[in-house]
């Protein structure tokens, strides 16, 4: 098996998983999906997995057949895959090996997934469930590991990975009559490949149309990167940091696209600097679609880390997804777009002083801003956090502004909270931007 599968399999086993059986109740296991065939893209992505090596044991010895000492059964089912255990009593424990295997003969990328599909938690949370020897929960819940590329030429071919399930003699008659269901998948998508980079020029070459790249060292640039092309960044939880301190430098500028426009950038520490108007993601004069998806991402920087600038003709979606966001306005628009937020927390940073005199409140400004020519903003803002941050007697950082010289906005807002300074409450809108933004609760 190559080095990147290794990878996979041992980030599956890390995050395992937990299900459960007991007095009465039947334990179901089930691997991959589609009855363990995983095909997402026609032609030969196809991964497998199955259940073989059964062992059963009662109070630590193993038992000679496929039945716990206390009369309960184990029963697999080969064609769907089906582990099922019935009636085990406390003591009893089953040990079986989840067989990998893979047929593609295109590039892929491949995961593994475990995910407790239980009717409720109550079995659940009593099993003790080891893979490899390590001990991971998923009661109530879902786990993936990290894609891995996969070449054909080193593919998958066959790896297993050993798994243990156990009610331990001390649990109680609160768990008769219970049940459980787990499933252990593999999964895979065709992959267009991708280019690993470790340094800043790698960086640049690798970024062409529709291009992958994963990241595999923290970067520093010296300037922006200006590109009119889609990519993606799988970040590995790598860094990339602006050190210019010359006024409005982005980490990726995208100027000038007349063609439709996918980036997506995953799992990065995105890090826009401190120069003036300095910002993360910046886009302009655009008239192809653009869609952007940031997912799993810290972007920081001082001014305008999401920047959607004047003169984008065509349609613009930036989805964000488990990201916290940074900066003087977390989200600076100044083009029609449509922004759905989930996850995620938003924080507006001013730390100007105030103004007197005709400059008085100069420098208010709001963690979401919707500026001129934007006059037609969605904002979908799901189960995330808008903050203001201020100092004491300085300027003040508002949630919202909306410029007078637009045609107005949207904000449909499913458990969304709001906090100044740390203290939740209300929302609250820069120089009467409540009349220019419709808010939907």
Not at 101 to 124: F, G, Q, W, Y
Not at 210 to 235: E, R, Y
Request: overall charge negative; proline content about 1%; hydrophobic content about 40%.
């Amino acid at each position: 098996m190559n080095k990147k599968v290794k990878a996979l399999i041992g980030a599956s086993l890390a995050i395992a998983m937990s299900a459960s059986v007991a007095t009465g109740a039947t334990f179901a296991l089930f691997t991959d999906r589609a009855d363990v065939n995983v095909e997402i893209t026609a032609g030969t992505v196809d991964v497998d997995a199955s259940i073989s090596n059964i062992k059963l044991y009662s109070m630590d010895r193993e038992q000679p057949a496929m039945e716990f000492e206390n009369l309960g059964t184990a029963d697999i089912n080969t064609e769907n895959n089906l582990l099922t255990l019935t009636n085990i009593t406390p003591g009893d424990k089953v040990v079986f090996d989840v067989n990998l295997s893979s047929t593609s003969n295109v590039k892929t990328k491949v995961r593994t997934v475990i995910a407790d599909e239980s009717d409720n938690l109550e079995l659940m949370d009593g099993l003790v469930i080891k893979v490899n020897d390590v001990e991971a929960t998923v009661s109530g819940t879902s786990l993936a590991s990290e894609w891995v590329a996969v070449d054909p030429s080193a593919s998958l071919a066959s790896d297993k990975m050993t798994v243990s399930i156990e009610l331990p003699a001390d649990k109680g008659n609160e768990y008769q009559t219970k049940s459980a269901k787990l499933r252990i998948s593999l999964e895979a998508v065709q992959w267009n490949g991708v280019n690993e980079v470790t340094t800043v020029d790698g960086l640049k070459n690798a970024i062409t149309e529709d291009a992958n790249v994963s990241l595999s060292a923290d970067m520093t640039l010296d300037d922006q990167i200006v590109v009119t092309d889609g990519f993606t960044i799988l970040g590995n939880r790598k860094s990339i940091v602006q050190s210019s301190t010359a006024s409005d430098k982005a980490i990726f500028r995208l100027d000038g696209a007349t063609e439709d426009v996918n980036i997506k950038l995953e799992g990065l520490k995105l890090d826009g600097g401190d120069g003036v108007g300095a910002r993360v993601l910046s886009m302009h004069n655009n008239t192809g679609d653009v869609n952007v998806v940031l997912e799993n991402c810290t972007i920081d920087a001082r001014h305008y880390p999401i920047n959607i600038g004047g003169g984008n003709t065509g349609n613009v979606t930036v989805t964000i997804k488990n990201c916290t966001i940074t900066g003087y306005s977390a989200l600076n628009v100044w083009s029609n777009c449509t922004i759905n937020i989930e996850d995620s927390t938003l924080i507006g940073e001013n730390y100007n002083i105030y103004g007197t005199g005709v400059n008085a409140g100069i420098n208010n400004f709001a963690t979401i801003a919707i500026n001129d020519d934007a006059s037609n903003v969605v904002l979908n803002i799901k189960d995330s956090s808008v903050k203001s941050l201020c100092n004491e007697g300085g300027a003040i950082q508002y949630h919202f502004y909306v410029s007078d010289d637009n045609g107005g906005a949207t904000a449909n807002l499913t458990n969304v909270k709001f906090f100044t300074n740390d203290v939740e409450g209300a929302e609250t809108f820069l120089a009467d931007s409540d009349t220019r933004i419709v808010i939907n609760k």
